[in-house]
């Protein structure tokens, strides 16, 4: 378990005491998990700060960084909650130990890289009290640099196919879409991007959270699907937009992001198909997985070769340790929700038919 060192808000007095967050007031807790990204916070927490929405607080879950960035909340933003770990505990771990010490009943987990429009929370907030069945949701993401651009990370809400291959309404592979409003509808998905991500705490904690052991990439996919293996939705809302500049953890040039992209999507169906569909695709990726590797190794990118080997080493030496997990599911593996899985093979529609937009897709094959 984590030590949190500093649980406190600045206090501009000059007390350095604890201070809870007003329950009369505060519905939902905006956090920022933040790790050596001193810039940024100073760059976009300004815009967060004036969102306009009554009853929230900005938190900023510092994950032991050695730049200055736990100076920087406390002196310049002391309306900012601040919770400092004491080592950098990645994406998901920093997130579960932070969120551990709120009380509001909702939670946004925004990256530090994303700028907000001041009415991008009362959408979201809106569609998630709607329905108590709604278990998260998700903005519009645009691209920082081009405005008119849907954004990697989660354009207007994120789908898989029969082979559990993510994309996004508006992102198929590396193709991104211009923003036309085409895709502007609220929609149920099959999940939202960790970028910015609105959640219903009770659902969050009683799942579990974010795998830890992913450590980076898909655990946002994970945590969805979990909450639709227990029956709720998940919806994309584009009234509300942000702006994601992108880049996240690793270089999409990075091995070590094939790497765990790799090893973490053989965890995901692992832990979330029920066993007969999981033989079928499991059997599939394994050829798939394959293919890629030759088709990287023909690009001259061997070490993108090397590390789709060692994802499928890792995964098989723990294959027990992921298989557990599947046991100790707190909801049934049911799928029995398949709001935003499309009943094709992404790669087939792509690479052989060249499609390229998410609306070329064949509506029929979706399994809503």
């Given at each position: 378990m984590s030590k949190v060192t500093d649980l406190s808000t600045h206090n501009p007095k000059g007390k350095n005491e604890l201070l809870l967050p007003d329950m009369s007031t505060n519905k939902v807790s905006i956090v920022i998990l933040n790790y050596n990204t001193k810039a940024l916070l100073d760059q976009f927490l300004p815009g967060v700060l004036e969102t306009n929405y009554t009853g929230f607080e900005v938190v900023v879950a510092d994950n032991a960084s050695q730049d200055g960035s736990a100076d920087l909340v406390r002196s310049k933003y002391p309306e900012v909650k601040l919770i400092q770990l004491d080592q950098n505990y990645g994406f998901a771990g920093g997130y579960n130990k932070a969120l551990a010490q709120l009380n509001t009943p909702y939670w946004v987990l925004l990256n530090s890289d994303v700028e907000v429009d001041p009415n991008w929370l009362e959408p979201l907030m809106q569609k998630m009290e709607s329905d108590n069945n709604i278990g998260a949701v998700q903005p519009k993401i645009l691209d920082y640099e081009n405005r008119n651009m849907l954004e990697y990370a989660g354009a207007s809400g994120g789908f898989i196919d029969k082979y559990a291959y993510p994309f996004c309404r508006?992102?198929?592979?590396?193709?991104?879409?211009?923003?036309?409003?085409?895709?502007?509808?609220?929609?149920?998905?099959?999940?939202?991007?960790?970028?910015?991500?609105?959640?219903?705490?009770?659902?969050?904690?009683?799942?579990?959270?974010?795998?830890?052991?992913?450590?980076?990439?898909?655990?946002?996919?994970?945590?969805?699907?979990?909450?639709?293996?227990?029956?709720?939705?998940?919806?994309?809302?584009?009234?509300?937009?942000?702006?994601?500049?992108?880049?996240?953890?690793?270089?999409?040039?990075?091995?070590?992001?094939?790497?765990?992209?790799?090893?973490?999507?053989?965890?995901?169906?692992?832990?979330?198909?029920?066993?007969?569909?999981?033989?079928?695709?499991?059997?599939?990726?394994?050829?798939?997985?394959?293919?890629?590797?030759?088709?990287?190794?023909?690009?001259?990118?061997?070490?993108?070769?090397?590390?789709?080997?060692?994802?499928?080493?890792?995964?098989?030496?723990?294959?027990?340790?992921?298989?557990?997990?599947?046991?100790?599911?707190?909801?049934?593996?049911?799928?029995?929700n398949h709001d935003g899985m499309f009943d094709l093979s992404l790669i087939y529609q792509h690479y052989a038919k060249g499609v390229r937009h998410f609306s070329e897709l064949d509506s029929t094959d979706s399994l809503t």
């Open positions: 508006g992102r198929i592979f590396n193709e991104l879409e211009a923003d036309n409003g085409q895709y502007n509808e609220e929609r149920k998905v099959f999940w939202a991007t960790g970028a910015a991500l609105l959640v219903r705490a009770e659902y969050y904690t009683s799942l579990g959270g974010l795998d830890e052991d992913f450590f980076a990439h898909m655990e946002e996919i994970d945590l969805c699907w979990r909450l639709k293996n227990a029956g709720k939705e998940v919806w994309v809302c584009p009234d509300a937009h942000v702006y994601h500049m992108g880049g996240g953890t690793l270089s999409s040039l990075s091995s070590r992001k094939t790497f765990l992209n790799f090893r973490n999507n053989l965890a995901l169906i692992t832990k979330n198909l029920p066993f007969g569909q999981w033989l079928r695709v499991f059997s599939v990726r394994l050829i798939l997985d394959g293919i890629a590797g030759c088709k990287f190794l023909m690009d001259g990118k061997p070490s993108h070769t090397l590390a789709i080997v060692k994802a499928h080493w890792s995964f098989f030496i723990r294959f027990g340790f992921w298989w557990n997990k599947r046991k100790k599911a707190p909801a049934p593996i049911s799928f029995r």
